[in-house]
């Protein structure tokens, strides 16, 4: 089962009826199965972190890479490794996200080898809007000093107080 959750905070907002209109397009199936459908009203701040990934980027145009080969990224050519995230912006405000950016060698104890709290929307904006989807990236690179397994941890925060604060973290990827 596919999950899905979405913002309808700019169309519907203050509305006493909404209605849904679930529309099926040409796939290779002749049916759809919707279950457990829920509106509700959306918390005044909301941050919903996806997947943290890895972008690798040379001044030469290489291809980007999630497992990075340690002498690749201390060669001439690299200009180091950024971490990026997609950010939903799930609450009913808009909210301006901070970061705190970090990364555990857990081939060292795991020591913390990457602090980080400067990160950009590549929008260029300083928020985002209810609704609203943006790409969060680190400021500065990543040098590792030494080989190792490392573990990514990116934990957003928006300016309000947060409802779902265990959706704003994700330290599920790794790389070596």
Partial sequence: PTVVEYNITQINANQATVYLNLEFSLSSHYFMCVDDILLYEAAANDFRVDKVMPKCFFSNEFPRFSKIPFYTLNCADANGLL??????????????????????????????????????????????????????????????????????????????????????????????
């Fill in 83 to 176: 971490f990026t995230t997609k950010l939903h912006n799930m609450g009913a405000t808009d909210d301006t996200p901070s970061l705190h950016a970090r990364a555990r060698n857990l081939s060292q104890a795991n020591a913390i080898d990457f602090d980080e709290t400067a990160a950009t929307l590549t929008s260029g904006l300083t928020s985002i809007a209810p609704g609203g989807i943006d790409t969060l990236v680190t400021d500065n690179s990543f040098f590792p000093e030494r080989k190792g397994n490392y573990r990514l941890i990116f934990d957003v925060a928006g300016t309000g107080v947060d409802n779902t604060p265990l959706n704003n973290i994700d330290s599920s990827s790794t790389i070596e």
